[in-house]
């Protein structure tokens, strides 16, 4: 069983920078490729970010590509997502997601994920 606890949720106007942090429990962080996903009100969770078992390897949404960074760190158990130039449309609730399949490559879809945080809020004003 692996436990995912997200803060660094918030507001924040346009253009501004927030940085989320996702803490893992369990022994075996290294071994999990995570994710971050979002879901804004009344659409689908979307896949964001994600980053291999070493943190060598990321993927990212073309929505956040060049402006949303994800990265880890195995001996704190913790990965990241740092967000700058925020716009409104990135106003959702942000999920971590731990991969527990072994796999090489960061995956992109929500069905390659086997265990989910409770999820922050993000708001962006415009």
């Known amino acids: 069983q692996v436990q995912l606890v997200e803060s660094g949720g918030g507001l924040v106007q346009a253009g501004g920078s927030l940085r989320l942090s996702c803490v893992a429990s369990?022994?075996?962080?290294?071994?999990?490729?995570m994710g971050w996903f979002r879901q804004a009100p009344a659409k689908e969770r979307e896949f964001v970010a994600a980053?291999?078992?070493?943190?060598?390897?990321?993927t990212y949404a073309d929505s956040v590509k060049g402006r949303f960074t994800i990265s880890r760190d195995n001996a704190k158990n913790t990965v990241y997502l740092q967000m700058n130039s925020l716009k409104p449309e990135d106003t959702a609730v942000y999920f971590c997601a731990a991969d527990t399949s072994l796999g090489y490559a960061p995956a992109r879809t929500r069905g390659s994920y086997d265990y989910w945080g409770q999820g922050t809020q993000v708001t962006v004003s415009s």
């Open positions: 980053i291999s078992r070493n943190g060598l390897r990321t």
């Open positions: 369990g022994r075996t962080f290294s071994s999990y490729g």
